[in-house]
């Protein structure tokens, strides 16, 4: 699977966009990019899922560049809730579910 | 979707003993994991526990240490034997669905703590 790069920490604002970035340069054409959370204490959690089309579900929307070498989680308006780890990783789709962590980014939503 | 419970939710333990860590899923699943966690740290994949056969484990995990056992396609057990307190972690079970998403879910965790 292919590697991702995160940033360790960011910061936002209550209400505000968290745009969360994702740099997965040798990624295959046949893998996917996965978006997980880990809230304090808590197992992951799936957030959301793509390929190379943009993807939008309730919780979060998800924007893969052309190249697909870089993709960015947007929380259109982040709660205090959404403190937490998140985790960029990414897998073939039909594989079995063996998921690779890196390290994550630690976005802390602020009031 | 996928509902996990994990026994026990935590231990403190000695050094030396081992603890078995039991994972239950409400519904039939075929691939079971098994997933640590050490403080301050990313989650690291130990092994794949087959229903019905050896579990399968990742470069720097042993079965010695980390045996599983999976009898069923509802549950499994992780050992953590002959513990030391570089062990201390949190273990969590974790399986893959096959659906629109093909998502993986994830207990709440043990947290174990040895002394």
């Known amino acids: 699977d292919a590697k991702t790069t995160q940033p360790p920490s960011m910061d936002c604002a209550e209400g505000r966009a968290a745009n969360l970035p994702c740099n997965h340069s040798t990624i295959s054409g046949n893998e996917y990019v996965y978006w997980y959370r880990q809230i304090h204490s808590q197992g992951p959690q799936y957030i959301i899922h793509g390929l190379k089309n943009n993807e939008t579900n309730e919780m979060a929307s998800l924007i893969i560049t052309e190249d697909r070498k870089s993709s960015t989680l947007i929380l259109p308006h982040a709660t205090l809730r959404d403190t937490a780890v998140y985790y960029c990783?990414?897998?073939?789709?039909?594989?079995?579910?063996?998921?690779?962590f890196g390290q994550g980014t630690e976005l802390s939503v602020k009031p | 979707s996928a509902v996990i419970s994990q026994k026990p939710s935590r231990d403190i333990c000695q050094r030396g003993t081992s603890l078995t860590i039991q994972c239950q899923v409400d519904?039939?699943?075929?691939?079971m994991f098994w997933y640590r966690q050490q403080p301050g740290q990313s989650l690291t994949l130990i092994a794949t526990a087959n229903q019905g056969s050896e579990a399968t484990y990742e470069s720097g995990f042993v079965i010695d240490k980390f045996p599983i056992s999976r009898p069923n396609l509802t549950f499994s057990t992780l050992t953590v034997s002959n513990m030391s307190p570089e062990d201390s972690s949190i273990y969590l079970c974790?399986?893959?669905?096959?659906?629109?998403?093909?998502?993986?879910?994830f207990g709440p965790g043990t947290r174990l703590t040895v002394l």
């Open positions: 519904s039939q699943v075929t691939m």
């Open positions: 990783i990414v897998r073939v789709y039909n594989q079995g579910g063996k998921l690779i």
């Open positions: 974790s399986v893959f669905t096959r659906g629109p998403r093909n998502e993986q879910f």
